[in-house]
């Protein structure tokens, strides 16, 4: 897996905000997409507080690790065993979606397993999550279909 592409792609899809956002379902966000938490520091911090860059790194760093370990426990033993694009994609989608979120893209998932990768691609392509993040949603879905 390339990490420094996969964490220029999910900055990308992300952005970098240095200050402490509301998200479209009102949750409090900083960094790149970082949910805030009860455990974080700037869970009482307002809206529109800035954050620090090493905040930030730090926090994205943790969840890229978080996202790669999520991935490692939905798919097992056989996600070391899939193609670096494909690792990279199931890891940017899970950074997106968190560990519930992609465990139900049943047959999506059941064609990675078979490496049936332009398969999974439509099936990705099949889903709420597609219509909410087209743009991203769509490039990571090429990127499937071309391995």
């Known amino acids: 897996m390339n990490l420094s592409r996969l964490h220029q792609d999910i900055k990308d899809d992300e952005g970098v905000i240095y200050d402490i956002y509301l998200d479209h379902l009102g949750h409090k966000t900083f960094g790149v997409g970082h949910l805030v938490t ?3 520091e700037e869970w009482y911090r307002p809206v529109g507080a800035s954050v620090s860059y090493e905040r930030v790194h730090k926090c994205f760093e943790e969840d890229i690790t978080k996202a790669i370990n999520n991935c490692h426990r939905l798919y ?3 996600f070391e ?3 670096d ?3 990279e994609v199931l ?3 899970i950074f997106n979606l968190g560990l519930t979120g992609l465990s139900k893209f049943k047959r999506m998932n059941k064609a990675i397993d078979l490496g049936e990768y332009k398969e999974a691609a439509e099936e990705g392509r099949d889903s ?3 219509r ?3 743009n991203r949603a769509e490039r990571l879905m090429k990127r499937l279909e071309n391995v």
Do not use: I
Request: hydrophobic share 30%; charged share 20%.
């Open 91 to 93: 890891v940017n989608m």
């Open 81 to 83: 065993t899939y193609p």
């Open 38 to 40: 009860q455990d974080d």
């Open 132 to 134: 909410q993040v087209t």
């Open 85 to 87: 694009e494909v690792q």
């Open 128 to 130: 709420l999550w597609y």
């Open 76 to 78: 097992g033993e056989h």
